[in-house]
């Protein structure tokens, strides 16, 4: 679910990507079935999205860009929160409708605001750049890697989206390689939803 628009129905195990990962808390418990969630939120004002990219760094401006369908109907609202932070969450929505805790995965304060019109339709996106910053230490091994490059040794690895790993963390590709993060992009929408992963260095 992509605030509230369907994404996903993937079943546990049904995929490279899908298993739990017993090593963090709650994820130990979730039931057969999972649907992922997506949630845009900024300041206290949930806003619906229908894609958003994200770049998350250990050092320097981080950013946060969404796209908003009908955008007209949110454009007087989002102008009373600028300056305020958006949030994206995900989560998932379990088969018996129980939903588990929504994590922040990126972050910055909401700076600019444009309008798109066509014949039959309107969106705003909405984007800003901020210090994101991350006081845990964590391991994480990738899952669903699609792809990666090594260039001047730093790898960049395209992989499902972790919950929990952040910029400043431990990465454990596929292949085994540890590495340690200094960047992830984000890119989700109503289809598709994926993370490139840069190695400190």
Known sequence: MLNSQPLNTAVLNGGA???PDLGSDWERY??????????LDVGETRIPISSVQATMRTTGQSYLQAVIPSGNAWAATLEG??????????????KDGSLSPLEIIAAAPFDNAR?????TSDSLTISGYGAFTVVTTLERTLRAVRYRSLQDGVRRVR????????????AIDSDGTVFPVATIQYFINGQTEFMEVLEDG
């Open 115 to 119: 309008g798109d019109h066509g014949p």
């Open 159 to 170: 992989a499902g989206v972790d919950l929990f790993l952040r910029p400043g963390h431990t």
């Open 30 to 39: 979730a039931p057969i079935e999972r649907q992922t969630i997506y949630v």
């Open 17 to 19: 990507d899908s298993g």
């Open 81 to 94: 929160l600028r300056g305020q932070v958006m949030q994206l969450r995900k989560g998932y929505r379990y």
